[in-house]
């Protein structure tokens, strides 16, 4: 296969799904290709050797990098880093397309503004989009408070559910965000989980670097709690600070060393002098090889994020860089990341944002005997080579890309297909539109408001729309308050409707609006889609029509299994000229009213799954 990945980080910047990632695929045998931005990440710095231009292309290890413009940043102004996401999606959209070579699969890295270019990659070139969800939107912006208007979260909630939807598959990292994705009415069999890996488990570093740094710094004297990675809001490391006062008097041997950067590093160091916190040290960036190293002297390595919803069904990277290097874990974390460290055997959950629970955690470790410690990080590590290596990640990963393309490609719409949707529904709404009032009244006269039945259908790739009809039924219930069966809330006027397909007529406002065509398979029930066999679910490739195949070959009085077969048998071989057939047997069998239900039926009984 030929992958593009899409992704504002790459290497040189600290980006873990970056080039061994696409060196791992290249070496399983697939053409790799990146499109990403001039690395600035984190510091909002153009990095030494690059200076922004419209493009640059560089190759390596095999992997062709082209580099598109943005504005760099990386600060706590909401608006600066708007401005830093949305040029680099302006410039992947309006130049990436047309630097990078077709691709059968575009792997989408976490950003839902990079939707418009995955989009516009699919349109142009017929590829599959595979998106990797790293944070949730809108949820992941509005907790960090760049972004205050509850109208600016609401659009960007719009937008980022346009986003998945768009998505052919979609890769979350723990169970919590596709439980959450399934409540946005993402199907549950486009979701995968797959946990991140740590790219930093097989590092090695200049050891005496490190033990030079190890003895001027005095680390083999104390038992050191290391946080490494970005010090920024979400991380809440006050917390830790707040901690670490309470251990100048309760456990004196301890010893909290926090490696990295970020924004709130310079307010915290701030605090630090300023309190006397003797016992709290900050160690500058260093390459991750020699953080990895620097872990041989922690006696426990912390995980701490903000008490926040959203944390606890995300993992955070270093959860599973703390695993994969075989040292005891204290988690700071609600939910899912918590769960993974105690299913691993591997270290103490405490809760987030609070001290006393933090120094329980130390308190218990120190309790514990330098061979108990031991073997709770080996346990961790055990886990990770088992569960969430790299190798388990990366084959899990190119099952997904395989399966999306080994699935016939959608055909993309054609010119001519668009054509016919939009003149014929246009045409036909200005000649039946007195025909469409007067229905409208007649409906509201004999079932009452509203006149439009409105209910979600799986549409194009099985994502959800609201279709519209005409209401053909009452809302009759029985003694217990439940609604009646359709037979019975059926009136003859709705029969009429239905035999007469006049019920269909509202449908020409979804085809105007693109989630339905004229001519397509049916769309059915949302709860069907987990029961159909894999061959069945293909026909969602396409867009659900008003009429289809299966329609004109017996429409509901053919079994379910016979109409699928019709469905799946259009997706295969539809063109123009078969719509065009289509439409006419249409016409012809509305005039003879035939195929209207399944014997002993309104329409047809429910489908009840037949996997195969």
């Not at 399934?182 to 050891?207: C, F, H, M």
Request: net charge positive; glycine share 8%.
């Amino acid at each position: 296969m030929r992958i593009l990945m899409l992704t504002q980080w790459f290497d040189p910047e600290p980006f873990f799904k970056g080039l061994p990632f696409a060196e791992e695929l290249v070496k399983r045998g697939h053409e790799v290709e990146v499109l990403t931005g001039f690395p600035n990440y984190p510091g909002g710095t153009v990095y030494d050797g690059y200076r922004i231009k419209p493009w640059q292309v560089e190759e390596n290890g095999g992997v062709r990098i082209n580099r598109v413009a943005l504005y760099p940043s990386h600060d706590r102004s909401g608006l600066r880093r708007m401005v830093n996401y949305l040029s680099f999606a302006i410039s992947s959209l309006c130049v990436g397309p047309w630097l990078v070579r077709k691709p059968d699969v575009v792997y989408v890295y976490n950003l839902i503004t990079l939707a418009w270019t995955a989009v516009f990659l699919r349109r142009l070139y017929g590829c599959k989009i595979v998106y990797d969800v790293q944070d949730l939107w809108p949820e992941s912006v509005s907790s960090s408070g760049m972004l205050g208007r509850p109208l600016l979260v609401r659009l960007l909630e719009c937008w980022s559910n346009w986003s998945y939807r768009c998505a052919d598959r979609i890769v979350v990292l723990s169970p919590g965000f596709k439980r959450n994705l399934q409540e946005r009415g993402i199907p549950e069999q486009k979701i995968e989980v797959i946990y991140n890996w740590s790219p930093d488990a097989e590092l090695t570093s200049n050891e005496k670097k490190i033990d030079d740094l190890v003895a001027n710094l005095n680390l083999n004297n104390t038992f050191n709690i290391m946080f490494a990675g970005t010090m920024g809001v979400m991380q809440a490391l006050d917390t830790v600070l707040d901690a670490a006062d309470l251990c100048l008097q309760r456990h004196p041997s301890v010893r909290f060393v926090l490696i990295g950067g970020g924004i709130e590093k310079q307010r915290l160091q701030g605090r630090v002098q300023s309190q006397g916190l003797t016992n709290v040290l900050f160690i500058d960036r260093l390459p991750m090889s020699e953080v990895v190293r620097l872990f041989d002297y922690a006696g426990a390595l912390l995980v701490h994020l903000k008490e926040n919803p959203l944390f606890e069904i995300t993992i955070p990277s270093k959860t599973q860089t703390y695993l994969a290097v075989g040292h005891p874990i204290l988690i700071a974390v609600k939910g899912d990341a918590a769960a993974l460290v105690e299913n691993a055997k591997a270290g103490y959950r405490c809760l987030p944002e609070n001290p006393e629970s933090l120094v329980e955690g130390v308190g218990k470790l120190l309790k514990l005997t330098p061979c108990q410690r031991k073997a709770m990080g080996e346990n961790g590590k055990r886990f990770y080579d088992a569960e969430l290596s790299m190798s388990s990640g990366v084959s899990k990963f190119e099952s997904v890309f395989e399966l999306i393309f080994q699935k016939k490609t959608e055909k993309r719409f054609s010119l001519s297909k668009l054509i016919l949707d939009y003149f014929l529904t246009l045409v036909g709404l200005v000649l039946i539109a007195p025909l469409v009032v007067l229905l409208a009244i007649a409906v509201k006269l004999s079932f009452g408001s509203p006149v439009l039945f409105r209910q979600v259908r799986p549409g194009l790739y099985g994502n959800p729309f609201t279709m519209y009809k005409f209401r053909t039924m009452t809302d009759a219930k029985d003694d217990a308050g439940r609604l009646r069966p359709d037979a019975d809330r059926l009136t003859p006027f709705g029969r009429f409707l239905r035999s007469s397909s006049l019920d269909e007529l509202p449908e020409l406002f979804n085809v105007l609006k693109g989630d339905m065509s004229l001519v397509g398979p049916r769309p059915l029930l949302m709860e069907y889609l987990p029961l159909y066999s894999q061959d069945q679910a293909r026909r969602h490739d396409v867009r659900p029509g008003i009429t289809g195949w299966a329609q004109v070959n017996g429409r509901n009085a053919i079994s379910w299994e016979e109409k699928f077969e019709l469905d799946v048998w259009y997706v295969d071989n539809r063109s123009f000229w078969l719509d065009i057939r289509i439409l006419w047997m249409t016409v012809a069998r509305v005039f003879k009213r035939e195929g209207i239900s399944q014997e002993g039926q309104a329409t047809m009984e429910r489908f009840k799954g037949n996997k195969h």
